[in-house]
């Protein structure tokens, strides 16, 4: 299919290592949300990019996560050192629009999510 | 308190029933989204609105930006429509235009 795809779909790491999260965007899709979804919570927002430009992280709770798109289509959301705070549902999105200013909004396509549990 | 609240937070109707959930939100928005989030995690964007009034199929969605309120609306409810129905904005005055604040979420039962 064409939708947003996200792996792994589950993922159980032990506290203190190491995990990679992976999204891979619709084709063509300029911008991409990252979102963490704590069980009974709606979303939040971690980053943003726009092609392979990270241009708000002001959502990463801490330095042990970080995201990357380096060709401006695949994303890695990385978290090291794993905490059991850390277990959540992480959410990918995707989007055709470009930003310019604050004039342009498009809707987003969100992929099925990566379930991370920290024990 | 949070910028963006859903009500009610659970929901339980019957086939058939006409159902409202409500978004109010406390921020400078330039969209409204309505998603809805089925078990396992996945989000499917049904609406995003402005101004006015929107309907496709079943669903209707209302905002009134003076009022800073929203509604989505099913008619003819049926078990299928059993999910988690999320309220989500666009906010303005942010460095990322379009990036997303979430409501917690209405979760909807529909019985036979």
């Known amino acids: 299919g064409a939708g947003v795809s996200q792996s792994p779909r589950y993922k159980v790491a032990k506290r203190g290592q190491d995990v990679a999260l992976r999204c891979d965007p619709i084709?063509?899709?300029?911008?991409l949300f990252w979102y963490q979804q704590a069980l009974g919570q709606g979303p939040e927002f971690l980053t943003y990019?726009?092609?392979?430009?990270?241009?708000?992280k002001s959502g990463l709770p801490s330095d042990r996560f970080f995201a990357e798109r380096p060709e401006g289509s695949v994303s890695t959301l990385k978290i090291q050192r794993t905490q059991q705070e850390d277990s959540a549902v992480y959410l990918c999105?995707?989007?055709?629009?470009?930003?310019?200013?604050?004039?342009?909004?498009?809707?987003?396509?969100f992929g099925p999510g990566t379930r991370l549990t920290v024990t | 308190k949070n910028e963006v609240e859903q009500s009610p937070q659970n929901l339980t109707a019957q086939e058939g029933e006409f159902i409202t959930i409500n978004c109010s939100y406390s921020?400078?928005?330039?969209?409204l989204h309505w998603l809805q989030q089925h078990p396992g995690g996945g989000i499917v964007s049904l609406f995003m609105l402005s101004s006015g009034k929107k309907k496709h199929g079943r669903l209707i969605a209302t905002i009134n930006i003076q009022e800073k309120h929203s509604s989505l609306h099913i008619t003819a409810s049926h078990p299928r429509d059993s999910a988690v129905y999320i309220c989500?904005?666009?906010?303005?005055?942010?460095?990322?235009?379009?990036?997303?604040?979430f409501g917690t979420g209405t979760r909807l039962q529909v019985t036979l």
């Open positions: 084709s063509g899709h300029v911008s």
């Open positions: 999105a995707s989007s055709l629009a470009m930003i310019f200013d604050r004039a342009l909004y498009a809707e987003q396509y």
């Open positions: 989500a904005v666009s906010r303005t005055n942010t460095g990322t235009a379009s990036k997303l604040t």
């Open positions: 921020v400078g928005i330039s969209a």
């Open positions: 990019f726009q092609n392979e430009a990270q241009l708000d």
